[in-house]
């Protein structure tokens, strides 16, 4: 605990180290501290008796909670293209006004936020459900299976890409960056980033490295305290933490924005979700709830975040969006497992959702590449159609991605390893 404490504390507390000792210090005890976790964690004999639980299992070969996926995925995607890359020459103007492109300008850290929530309750799904013992064996199991399917696409599109574009990046003074990237670290203030929009890969790793302690820390809490209440307290700590952090100047770049530690009240919150299951049979909700529950975070995600652009005012944004994600996410998560929705937008919608991962890590140098070819001055109708184009070029690109490596390393993860 006190090595994970560590781990999670040491990347908001990043200007203090810089100050101290510059980048090379922070980098190394970031390091030490994440290899005292692999260490402790993987060599002790820890032992937690947990009884496993029925957990929701898709039928008909059709996961909804992929169709999720996939809905967050296309969130980040036409934020980044509307928002970020392919901006209008007229943006202010159009943001300003009650203009109908302020419709497709949803927010990316919102889709961000939602892949958080849901890979929150996927893990504890995983240990829930007794797929992972919470032993020796079964923790390096589930550190195992995450590897096998961070890794390989992740390590393959960064030297490519730093091979095609960003050659620099090989030079001595940048090769401490480079490195910290491909261990799965990356900040914009770091030298050697070759894909910006891997950040959150790192905040997930994170997750990872923590779920086994925070699923166990989660039962404690749920044999003394309804999990209604905990979830609650998640929430408000999470809230608390930005609204204080956020007072100060330029925290929230490297204080609040990546850190595995203040986004832990999104991930805990998904995996506190599995505990909701067990009483599906009393809630009784209207389908139409998701749709209404999506539309908020597309929808007043692209308001908020379209006039926080304009006004340069994104507090609002930071302190209440990932609390209104989590909310908002948690409660789709439940419904989808309670009830058996396999309709056509479930079914014609997997494809993408198994490609979301592939496709998020190949996105961003795809949308740079297409927006050196355009004019700068875009209008809004060109924005839309270039993002689309985009959108079309990296599902391309992800599908060969996920053919030609992720896949075959998925078939490597359900073989069963060797016992420890």
């Known amino acids: 605990m006190a090595a994970l404490g560590a781990f999670l504390a040491i990347d908001p507390a990043r200007p203090l180290f810089l100050w101290l000792g510059g980048l090379h210090l922070f980098l190394a005890l970031r390091a030490l501290a994440f290899s005292a976790v692999l260490v402790v964690g993987t060599r002790s004999a820890l032992r937690f008796k947990w009884l496993p639980r029925t957990v929701p299992v898709p039928e008909a070969g059709a996961d909804p909670l992929l169709t999720l996926r996939g809905f967050a995925c296309l969130m980040v995607l036409v934020g980044h293209g509307t928002l970020v890359v392919f901006l209008p020459s007229n943006f202010d103007d159009l943001v300003r006004a009650p203009s109908l492109y302020r419709l497709v300008t949803p927010s990316p850290w919102v889709g961000v936020w939602v892949f958080f929530v849901l890979s929150g309750y996927l893990m504890g799904k995983g240990f829930y459900g007794g797929r992972y013992a919470i032993d020796r064996a079964g923790i390096l199991r589930f550190y195992r299976n995450r590897l096998l399917r961070i890794a390989p696409i992740y390590w393959s599109a960064v030297l490519i890409v730093a091979l095609i574009q960003a050659r620099d990046v090989f030079e001595p003074a940048n090769l401490p960056g480079l490195v910290s990237s491909?261990?799965?670290?990356?900040?914009?203030?770091?030298?050697g980033v070759v894909i910006g929009a891997l950040w959150s890969v790192q905040t997930e790793m994170g997750f990872y490295l923590a779920a086994p302690v925070l699923f166990v820390a989660l039962c404690y809490l749920a044999e003394r305290f309804e999990p209604r209440k905990i979830f609650l307290a998640l929430a408000a700590a999470g809230l608390l933490y930005r609204v204080v952090i956020t007072q100060f100047d330029g925290a929230w770049a490297v204080s609040v924005y990546s850190p595995t530690l203040s986004n832990l009240d999104l991930f805990c919150g998904g995996m506190l979700s599995n505990w909701f299951l067990q009483n599906r049979g009393a809630w009784q909700w209207d389908r139409r709830l998701v749709v209404v529950g999506c539309a908020v975070l597309f929808f007043g995600g692209a308001f908020v975040h379209s006039a926080a652009m304009a006004d340069h005012l994104r507090r609002n944004l930071i302190n209440f969006g990932p609390l209104v994600t989590l909310l908002t996410t948690s409660a789709i998560i439940v419904w989808l497992e309670r009830t058996k929705l396999h309709g056509r937008l479930v079914?014609?919608?997997?494809?993408?959702?198994?490609?979301?991962?592939?496709?998020?890590?190949?996105?961003?140098?795809?949308?740079?590449?297409?927006?050196?070819?355009?004019?700068?001055?875009?209008?809004?109708?060109?924005?839309?159609?270039?993002?689309?184009?985009a959108i079309a070029v990296s599902i391309i690109v992800a599908t060969c991605a996920y053919l030609l490596i992720e896949r075959p390393f998925d078939e490597v993860k359900r073989m069963r390893p060797r016992a420890v």
């Not at 491909?182 to 030298?191: E, R």
């Not at 949308?367 to 109708?381: E, G, I, V």
């Open 182 to 191: 491909l261990l799965f670290f990356q900040s914009i203030s770091l030298p």
């Open 347 to 389: 079914m014609a919608t997997q494809w993408f959702g198994i490609l979301t991962y592939a496709v998020y890590v190949v996105h961003e140098p795809i949308f740079l590449t297409l927006k050196r070819m355009l004019p700068h001055d875009l209008s809004a109708a060109q924005t839309i159609a270039f993002t689309a184009a």
